[in-house]
């Protein structure tokens, strides 16, 4: 798994666990489309750093469950990394909407010499 697909499980892992603290590491994988084991490895991560902290809980039938709760130090590293997430989503639109524009006029110019007029 590269850096940048890290930062994203980790960013997407404190995202869930802030909406629905109950969820098992299972659901999470399910939910983020990631490995079980990249989920437990990052959630050991965040423990070790103090982001999250894990509770026992019984669900039910004698089962016991965890819950995992954002820390202080969880919440501002969550909006820390929101932020780095949308400023580098921003800048992949910009260039996404700039390509968007050099094809649609490659389009216009080929329909022009062509003698054809498509609007896209």
């Known amino acids: 798994m590269s850096p940048t697909q890290r930062e994203f499980v980790r960013f997407k892992v404190l ?5 629905n603290p ?9 939910e983020l489309g990631v ?6 490895y ?3 991560a965040l423990v070790d750093k103090g982001l999250i902290k894990v509770d026992n809980f019984v669900k039910s039938d004698n089962k016991r469950g965890y819950a995992y ?6 919440i501002l ?16 639109y910009a260039l996404l909407k700039a390509e968007i524009a050099e094809l649609q006029a490659e389009i216009e110019k080929a ?3 062509n003698g ?3 609007i896209y």
């Not at 995202?15 to 909406?19: L, N, S, V």
């Not at 709760?69 to 969880?74: E, I, K």
Request: charged share 30%; with cysteine; glycine share 8%.
């Open 15 to 19: 995202q869930a666990i802030e909406h």
């Open 22 to 30: 109950a969820a098992s590491q299972r659901e999470l994988s399910k």
């Open 35 to 40: 490995s079980l084991g990249s989920v437990n």
């Open 42 to 44: 990052c959630i050991k």
């Open 69 to 74: 709760y954002l820390t202080p130090q969880g």
């Open 77 to 92: 590293e969550k909006g820390e990394i929101t932020g780095q997430f949308l400023k580098r989503k921003k800048e992949e």
């Open 111 to 113: 329909d022009n010499d």
């Open 116 to 118: 054809n007029s498509h």
